[in-house]
């Protein structure tokens, strides 16, 4: 830019009409680092990253019967029970004489005890998910037989039961397990009366 | 000996080119970003294996703070203009054209009804405090959250709802915003994780 200025005043003197030639260049340092700049505050202010997020579908309040028709198959149904302090309770079938086992969260806790009683279908799942590498299987066919697996009817059935003094990461935890495991079928439930005398009972 | 003369060598560099590739990278990230949004609160999200990203538009997201407080934000400014329209008639809270046009540019907030007047009359600076969001009441007796969500659904029905909760979060309060969906059969929602690799896949 100091270069175009500095034309002004001298020549004028001499009276001849030769305008004189002007540096073409010019400096583009100042815009680079405009340029820069902005490409600083753009890089700062964006979110690059977008967050993950877990869908869930809640069973509607309309379609409570249907839930209970899933629970009345004790020998497949799981109570997960969410107590206080990151401590997890599980127990089989029944809530009456029910043997309430404390696991955690961590690989060996929850999510060995829903592997195994989920073994058939976390181990089709498995072996989908290998063929899909191998055999290069298209997306769409990959669902389709993802959701056949999944619609086995002796897959076991999860309750997730939180008490007042879990958190939600507890809650999130819980749920990822269930992703984890290929459990297609679980709900988040109340603690219905049963449940909430063995959970006194038990001082979860 | 002669001297060996070194031929001084002009010290101007052609920017052009920088200025260039400058401009072009500028260019790129105005165009592919995203602002990350304001938001009250600083929540720290659990960690999940999800793999699914959240779409862009037509969110609603839901807030809750560790203390159990209850923020609501959806997306798009003309969107929020006719929510709070529809909202100021239904609890009967009179609203000035300037303080609907200032709602409309806020994102998320969290304040009930009858403290929205105040809470829009605030600078824009202090109006993030966490003494200035008290919390949109999401209890049975008085479900405002319950109405927020009616409201943005008849305004934007493709609205999809996302829960931001932070880990510590009591679950009670889960249990509340949960219930509240439920009544409105809205049994589709997201929860927002951050990413954790899955084990051994």
Redesign the interface.
């Known amino acids: 830019m100091a270069e175009i200025s500095h034309d002004s005043g001298s020549h004028k003197k001499s009276g001849k009409k030769r305008s004189k030639k002007l540096p073409t260049?010019i400096?583009?340092?100042p815009?680079?680092d405009l340029?820069?700049l902005?490409?600083t505050f753009?890089?700062l202010?964006?979110?690059l990253i977008?967050?993950?997020?877990?869908?869930?579908?809640?069973?509607?309040?309309k379609k409570v019967e249907d839930v209970d028709k899933t629970i009345a198959k004790a020998s497949q149904a799981v109570t997960v029970i969410?107590g206080k302090n990151d401590k997890v309770f599980y127990y089989f079938g029944k809530t009456e004489g029910a043997n309430v086992i404390e696991t955690t969260y961590a690989?060996e806790g929850l999510?060995k005890i829903l592997l195994e009683k989920n073994y058939n279908v976390a181990k089709q799942v498995e072996d989908l998910?290998v063929e899909k590498i191998k055999l290069r299987m298209d997306e769409d066919l990959f669902q389709r037989k993802m959701a056949e697996i999944k619609a086995n009817k002796n897959a076991p059935v999860v309750r997730i039961m939180?008490?007042?003094?879990?958190?939600?990461?507890?809650?999130?935890?819980a749920?990822?397990e269930m992703?984890?495991c290929s459990i297609s079928r679980y709900a988040?439930v109340d603690i219905d009366e049963p449940d909430r005398l063995l959970i006194k009972e038990k001082g979860i | 000996m002669p001297k060996v003369k070194i031929r001084r060598k002009s010290t101007?560099i052609?920017?052009?080119a920088?200025?260039d590739v400058?401009?072009l990278?500028?260019t790129f990230?105005?165009l592919?970003?995203?602002?990350?949004k304001k938001e009250p609160v600083l929540v720290a999200?659990?960690?999940?294996?999800?793999?699914?990203?959240?779409p862009?538009t037509n969110i609603m997201t839901v807030l809750?703070d560790p203390s159990g407080k209850v923020y609501f934000g959806i997306d798009g400014q003309d969107k929020r203009q006719q929510l709070i329209e529809k909202m100021a008639e239904i609890y009967k809270v009179s609203l000035s054209p300037d303080e609907i046009k200032r709602f409309s540019l806020i994102d998320i907030f969290g304040n009930p009804m009858y403290a929205m007047k105040a809470f829009l009359n605030l600078s824009p600076e202090i109006r993030d405090l966490p003494q200035n969001n008290l919390g949109i009441p999401a209890d049975s007796t008085n479900n405002q959250f319950k109405e927020w969500v009616r409201a943005a659904r008849d305004v934007n029905p493709e609205l999809r709802i996302?829960i931001?909760?932070?880990?510590?979060?009591?679950?009670?309060v889960?249990?509340k915003v949960?219930k509240s969906?439920?009544?409105l059969?809205e049994?589709?929602?997201?929860?927002?994780?951050?990413?954790?690799t899955?084990?051994g896949?």
Do not use: H
């Not at chain 1, 977008?50 to 309040?61: A, G, V």
């Not at chain 1, 939180?162 to 935890?173: F, I, P, S």
């Not at chain 2, 999200?45 to 959240?54: A, F, H, L, M, Y």
């Open positions: 260049r400096d583009f340092t815009m680079v340029g820069f902005l490409i753009f890089m202010a964006t979110s977008k967050p993950q997020t877990m869908e869930i579908t809640m069973p509607s309040d969410l690989a999510r998910r939180a008490t007042d003094e879990a958190n939600y990461k507890n809650l999130v935890d749920l990822d992703n984890i988040i | 101007w052609d920017m052009t920088m200025c400058a401009f990278l500028l990230f105005m592919t970003s995203n602002f990350t999200t659990p960690s999940s294996v999800s793999e699914i990203k959240i862009e809750v996302a931001k909760a932070d880990q510590k979060t009591p679950y009670p889960i249990k949960m969906l439920q009544e059969d049994n589709r929602y997201n929860l927002i994780t951050k990413l954790e899955a084990p896949k």
